[in-house]
């Protein structure tokens, strides 16, 4: 069952989002104090508002409390002082994008649930998956850990997975996709063949040297 969101401030980045979370089936109501953007994205979010975040009595008619989760992507004093008022109404669950470290603190203290430093996450993202020749995505669990959807290298074809984690034992593929189909917690006998791409999780300089 899909959850009821309220996005605050819909420019590039929580406009995105918002249509992400509407076609994930989840009830998105979108506020924006721009009416051109309020009428842009009507026909794609299940109820949009045109709305100062500043204006307190605005935010409170909306009823954030009855929502799952807020969403604040806007300027960066107007994000801090919606998440803090969000808080102080009680909404349940708020997450704030940040500029940088010293808004992310702020907006941790003022209330915010979960902070996004969405460019310094996008450039770690760019970053990895250059590093890390043929990787399609990246996601970080810890310092030097990360899961890695990685196209495998053509030399490897033939291989078992086995064979990957005899030779890295710290390394373990978790999946592989084979044109539409996806093995999950493919068996040690699996052979791996030419055009695969396979989820791994472990060190990132495994990852590195079974890329190269």
Known sequence: MGQQIIVIGLG??????????????????????????????APHLTQVVQLDATDVDAIRAVGPTDFDVAVVALDRPTTIFTTMLL???GVHFTIARAHDELDAEILRRVGADRVLLTDRQMAS???HTIDLA??????????GVGAVHLAVPARLAGTTVGAIHAARSALRVVAIRRGETVITTPPDDTVIAAGDSALLVGPEGEFKDLAE
């Open 12 to 41: 590039a980045f929580g406009g995105m989002v918002a249509r992400e979370l509407t076609d994930l089936g989840h009830e998105v109501l979108g506020c924006d104090r721009d009416p051109v953007i309020v009428a842009d994205a």
């Open 125 to 127: 993202w760019v970053a």
């Open 87 to 89: 808080e102080q109404l």
């Open 134 to 143: 043929g990787a399609l995505d990246f996601i970080r669990l810890s310092d």
